[in-house]
């Protein structure tokens, strides 16, 4: 009888070893993702930033040639 509670009692500590291994995994790959999100959410502010710098430097560009063109006459 010693032996069975002996071997149930080994089942329960692999089964909580595993379940904490799977929490951790869990875990690892929530960070990773929030990472990646993080990671993504830069790229797509960056590259907007520089397409606005871009529109922005080519209004510039054109601005003085516009005005001088009659921008606003009648």
Known sequence: MSGLKKGLG????????????????????????????????QEVVDQGTKAAEDTCNQVKDQLPGAISGGWGKK
């Open 10 to 41: 080994d089942v329960q500590k692999q089964a909580g070893s595993q379940a904490q291994d799977a929490a951790k995994q869990g875990q690892q790959v929530v960070q990773d993702c929030v990472d990646q999100g993080k990671k993504c959410v």
